[in-house]
């Protein structure tokens, strides 16, 4: 579904990414690893056209986004859930979902707010609350809901259990797999490991923009080597 291929970005003169290449099949969930400034918001971030890209190539669903603008690639069938959540704090839940809303993706079954609170049972409950009144969970709960309102085929999670209690973490990688199971690919950004040993298929670790090793995530947690030259503080 996704395919990108020897990925360079800048910001400005400062070289970012230096050939990256993943490849996220419908159903399937590729995880980004690395220490801090190792590229994986970048690497997302270029997906989606907010940083141009300045070498290589990003295919979505056999379509090149070369010079899209990012609203045309969130129409193509691509959902961004930045590391930042970005809800609108003075809307309420109800209506950032109504924000979100667009026209489902092929061969996917459409999500609308009985989808989204059947998933997330808690927003259901505080759907006319001000999201400025939202605890941290709830507001990431809130910013996956309105990404699927989207309607997405693939779906793009930047770190996406930052800063969230135990529980809630658990609720988060309950979730993903649930989308998993729905038939979303889905690239995920993350820093911890126990999360993305739950979810992920298969890992990609980027160090300073460089991809430094590909494979089952399964391989990647039985090997201690592996894990502390590219992801231990």
């Not at 899209?68 to 704090?89: Q, S």
């Not at 309420?92 to 026209?103: I, M, Q, W």
């Not at 759907?127 to 779906?155: D, F």
């Not at 649930?178 to 690239?187: D, R, V």
Request: aromatic content about 4%; proline content about 5%.
């Amino acid at each position: 579904m996704l395919e990108v291929r020897d990925l360079h970005a800048h910001y400005g003169q400062a070289h970012i990414l230096h050939g990256i290449s993943l490849s996220v099949a419908k159903g399937e969930v590729l995880c980004l690893l690395g220490r801090n400034g190792a590229g994986k918001s970048t690497t997302m971030k270029s997906i989606m056209g907010l940083v141009p890209v300045t070498a290589g190539s990003v295919r979505f669903g056999g379509e090149d986004l070369a010079g899209r603008r990012p609203h045309a690639i969130a129409r193509a069938g691509i959902g961004y859930v930045p590391e930042e959540r970005r809800i609108f704090a003075g809307l309420t839940v109800a209506e950032n979902l109504e924000v979100g809303r667009r026209p489902a993706s092929p061969g996917l079954a459409p999500w609308n707010t009985d989808r989204v609170f059947a998933l997330f049972p808690a927003l259901a409950a505080m759907r006319s609350r001000p999201a400025s009144r939202m605890s941290g969970g709830e507001q990431q709960m809130l910013a996956v809901a309105r990404t699927l309102m989207g309607n997405p085929a693939l779906l793009l999670l930047d770190e996406p259990s930052e800063g969230l209690a135990p529980v809630v973490v658990e609720s988060m990688a309950a979730t993903v797999m649930a989308l998993k199971q729905e038939g979303l690919a889905i690239l995920l950004s993350e820093q911890n490991l126990a999360f993305a040993g739950a979810v992920a298929d298969r890992a990609l670790v980027l160090e300073t923009g460089l991809p430094r090793h590909e494979g089952a995530m399964a391989a990647l947690l039985q090997d201690a080597a592996l894990r502390q030259r590219y992801l231990a503080v």
